[in-house]
Structures are given as structure tokens and as C-alpha cells.
């Protein structure tokens, strides 16, 4: 497991329990999720099937999500997935964590 991706799992892990309002900016689209943090797994490439899963940080938990007309909307699985390819850890700090991959970036802090 590279080196930030250790680092984002150590925090993740240390917030385990609590409420971590996600913030993840894509393509021109924001989407805000409000997650409730039970465990992290680690999810390597080589271990899938599917060509098309790369390596990713598994947070299991139930959130909800905020909807076009500002509704709080269940997610539809217990679990949010952040793919870590080419992961940049910008800002770490106790309570909030700025990072970018080659997809998205990120702002997760507690809530």
C-alpha cells in the first residue's frame, strides 16, 4: 500500500464512530455526503475480477447524501468507496483532510 494512502487509512481509522462529511468535487459536480464511519478496508486491484476496480479505500458505514432540492437522501449501499490512484495528500490535519486522485478531489472532515 503506498505511503499516502497508508497515511489517509491511518486517519480514516482513527475516526472510526464518528459522523465525516464528505465533499467530493468531479467534472464540474460537487456532491456532499454525510457518512457514519464503522471500519475501513483497503481494496488492492490485483484481488478483483473486474478490470475496471483499481485500488481503493473502502469506508463501510450508512450515509446520506444531499439532492438537488437539498434533501438528505440514503445512499444506496453501507459503504462509500474513494479509488486512491495516484492519491495527493494536500491538508491533514485531526478534524479535516484535503487530498486529490487522478479522479476527484476531496475534503473530508468531521462533523
Same mark, same amino acid.
Given at each position: 500500500m503506498e505511503e499516502n494512502v497508508q497515511k489517509l487509512k491511518e486517519w480514516l481509522t482513527s475516526e472510526v464512530n464518528e459522523t465525516i462529511v464528505i465533499t467530493k468535487e468531479e467534472l464540474n459536480d460537487l456532491d456532499t455526503v454525510h457518512f457514519s464511519l464503522e471500519s475501513v478496508?483497503?481494496?488492492?486491484? =490485483?484481488?478483483t475480477i473486474d478490470d475496471y476496480l483499481g485500488d481503493a479505500l473502502i469506508l463501510r458505514g450508512s450515509g446520506s447524501t444531499l439532492n438537488a432540492d437539498g434533501d438528505l437522501v440514503p445512499l444506496p449501499q453501507q459503504s462509500y468507496e474513494i479509488a486512491v490512484s495516484g492519491l495527493k495528500l494536500h491538508n491533514i490535519e485531526a478534524d479535516?483532510? =484535503?487530498?486529490?486522485?487522478?479522479?476527484?478531489k476531496y475534503t473530508l472532515a468531521l462533523s
Open positions: 478496508d483497503y481494496r488492492d486491484s =490485483e484481488d479535516k483532510v =484535503e487530498l486529490q486522485t487522478e479522479r476527484a
